[in-house]
C-alpha cells in the first residue's frame, strides 16, 4: 500500500484477504484463462465462498490445487444466502483467514453472486483483490467492434412476453441517444427465442453480435446487421450466448482526419 | 466451429484470424495477467497492429516471444489511423496472415482502439478471437460489491467544467432510475479534481469505489460512503485509477427469505 494514501492505514494485516477468483467459462481442455501467478494465488487458500460446491470441486481439482478437498472449507454463496450468512463468512476474514469467491463460471459478483459479500468487506475495511480471468462480458464486447468506450450490461432479460419486448424497444432507444453498445444474456434455452425477437423488433441496418461459448474449442463470434442474420440460419439453443448490439455507431475517423504519424512499418526502436 | 450452425460456413481457411491481445496494466513485475496459453497463441504471431509501436516490442519481450522485433510487421492503429490504412490491415488478414490488435494497456476496442478494425473483420467474415486478460474496469467492478447485475461504462469524462458537472449529475439520475453502476475514468492528472467533483455533487450516501494501480503491487480498491471519504485523505495524483458509483441499490436477500439449502460446510461430493 502506497505511503501516500491514508485510505488504506485502517487496514489490519491481522485481517484475512478477500479473493474474487474467475473460473473457465466451460469445459476448457486446457488452461487459455488463468494466469500461473493466479493459480498459484489459489493454491494458496482454503477457505472458499462459492456459487455450487461440486462446480468449486471440479474447478479446484483442475487447476491443481495442493489441498484435497475434503480439508478445504467450502460455504455457499448464492442468491439464497441470507445476511447472517454473509456476517459469517465476514468474520472468518475478521479472524485473519483470506478467502476467496468463486462462481460457477466467469467472474463473481458480475452477472453473478458475489457483491453483497464484497460490500460488507469494504465497510469492514477488508482487502478485497480481484484476480485476473475471463468475462464473457468483456470477451464478447471486445471481440464485436461495436462501441467499446461506451457501454452498459443489462444482466438477463425479463420472461419473454411484453416486458421483454418493451425492455428490448427501451434498450435500442437508449442505444441511439447514447451511441452505447448494448449487452445481455439469456437463458441457454430461450437464446433462439430472443434472438428471432430481436430480429423483429430491431431496424434492419442494426448491428447485432451474437458470441457463443467463449474462450471454448467451439467458440463463435460474428457481428451481422439485423438485415443480414434474417439471412443466415444459426442454431444458439443451448449454447452460452451473449448478445450485444448498438443502434448509432460513433463515426470512424476518415483520412482527411490524417494526421502527421511516425514511421509505421518498423519493429525498430 | 460447430456442424450445427452455418453461420461460420463462409469462413475461409485460407484467411488469417485477427486476435485481440490484452496487455498488463502497468508496469507488472511478475505475469498476474496473461494465461500460458494467451502466451503460446501470441508467440506464433508476426504481425501485429498496435497503439504504440515501442510500447508493443517491450510488451513482446516481457512475453518472452521468439521473432526479434526486427522481423515482426508493425502497423499503427490509433484513434487517428485513417479508413485506408484499416482497408490495408484488412488485406493482410485477407491475404491469410494472423495478426493481432495490441493496445498500450488493457484490453484491445474497449475504452482503447481496435474496434473499427474488428467492424471491418466481421464485414468480410475474417474469424475475429479475444483472448483473456485483464480489464481494468471489469476488475474493478467485481472488487467494488456495486452492482455487477447491470452496469454503465461511459469512458472518459468530458473536460472540467459545466459539462463534467451535467455528465456527473445525469450518470446520477440514470443510476438511480436503473439501479445501475455507473463506471468512467478520467486522464490520471486530473483524478483529484474529479475526485474532489464526486464528493461535492454526489449524496452523502452513495457509495462510491476508486480503483487504482489495478493488478500492480501499489493496487488500492476501496469502496465508501461519499459521507466517509469526505472524511479520508487520498491522493490519485497520476494513478491510473477508475471510478464507479451506484446511486440506488438492489435490495439483499435476508433471512426471511431463507430457502432450503443443501449442507453447506462439506466440500465432499
Known amino acids: 500500500m502506497p505511503a501516500s494514501s491514508s485510505a488504506h492505514e485502517t487496514l489490519s494485516s491481522t485481517e484475512g484477504t478477500l479473493y474474487l477468483i474467475p473460473t473457465p467459462l466451460g469445459k476448457d481442455p486446457t488452461n487459455r484463462v488463468l494466469p500461473d501467478d493466479v493459480i498459484k494465488t489459489i493454491h494458496q487458500l482454503d477457505t472458499f465462498f462459492v456459487e455450487r460446491i461440486r462446480q468449486a470441486v471440479s474447478f479446484l481439482k483442475w487447476i491443481g490445487h495442493p489441498t484435497p478437498d475434503f480439508k478445504c472449507n467450502f460455504l455457499e454463496l448464492n442468491k439464497h444466502t441470507p445476511g447472517e450468512d454473509l456476517i459469517e463468512m465476514l468474520n472468518i476474514l475478521k479472524r485473519g483467514k483470506s478467502a476467496g469467491i468463486l462462481s460457477e463460471a466467469g467472474c463473481p459478483a458480475i452477472a453473478d453472486p458475489g457483491s453483497g459479500l464484497v460490500k460488507l468487506a469494504h465497510q469492514s475495511n477488508i482487502r478485497v483483490v480481484p484476480l485476473t480471468g475471463p468475462s464473457s462480458i468483456l470477451l464478447a464486447l471486445m471481440a464485436s467492434g ?73 467458440e463463435t463470434i460474428q457481428t451481422r446487421s439485423v438485415e443480414k442474420w434474417k439471412k443466415t440460419k444459426i442454431n444458439l439453443d443451448e449454447k452460452p450466448s451473449i448478445f450485444l448490439f448498438l443502434a448509432n455507431e460513433p463515426d470512424l475517423p476518415v483520412s482527411k482526419n490524417k494526421k502527421a504519424r511516425p514511421s509505421k512499418r518498423t519493429g525498430r526502436r
Chains 1, 2 share one sequence.
Open 146 to 218: 461495436l462501441n467499446g468506450q461506451s457501454f452498459s450490461f443489462h444482466g438477463y432479460l425479463p420472461k419473454p412476453g411484453k416486458s421483454r419486448s418493451e425492455k428490448i424497444k427501451s434498450l435500442y432507444l437508449s442505444s441511439k441517444k447514447n451511441a452505447s453498445t448494448q449487452i445481455f444474456m439469456e437463458t441457454p434455452y430461450r437464446n433462439n427465442d430472443v434472438f428471432s425477437e430481436l430480429l423483429e423488433l430491431l431496424p434492419d441496418s442494426t448491428p447485432l453480435c451474437v458470441a457463443s461459448n467463449l474462450t471454448l474449442p467451439e
